[in-house]
């Protein structure tokens, strides 16, 4: 079992930037990827990104949304996985949570956490 906890939400304007964490206690090598998704009010959950904690390597789903915007990276030191979200819109408001499972090409997570809320105010 892992602790996933998020943080780093908040209200925004269009534009602006946020940089969400998600820290990671009691790492379990089962658990080999961190993803980030989110879901808004409703919506069905949209999977963002997700990085394989073995060999560092990412993946970006829904690049049509994502553009560009979005990076995902892991803090060793902070133990934490971070999304950036850049240029923020309106329609990026969601609730933000970070999942666990066994690699990035599944789409189930066995764990996430509660979320952080993104609000982006037009």
């Known amino acids: 079992q892992l602790d996933l906890v998020e943080s780093g939400g908040g209200s925004v304007q269009p534009g602006m930037s946020l940089r969400l964490s998600c820290a990671v206690s009691?790492?379990?090598?089962?658990?080999?990827?961190i993803g980030w998704f989110r879901q808004a009010p409703g919506k069905n959950r949209e999977d963002i990104s997700c990085?394989?904690?073995?060999?560092?390597?990412?993946?970006?789903i829904h690049q049509a949304a994502v553009e560009g915007r979005f990076t995902i990276s892991r803090d060793r030191a902070q133990n934490t996985v971070d999304l950036q979200v850049n240029s923020l819109r309106p329609e990026d408001t969601a609730v933000y949570h970070c999942?666990?499972?066994?690699?990035?090409?599944?789409?189930?997570?066995?764990?996430w956490g509660q979320g952080t809320q993104v609000t982006v105010i037009s």
């Open positions: 999942g666990a499972k066994p690699g990035c090409a599944l789409s189930t997570y066995d764990q």
């Open positions: 990085i394989n904690l073995r060999d560092g390597a990412k993946y970006y």
């Open positions: 009691r790492f379990s090598l089962e658990s080999s990827a």
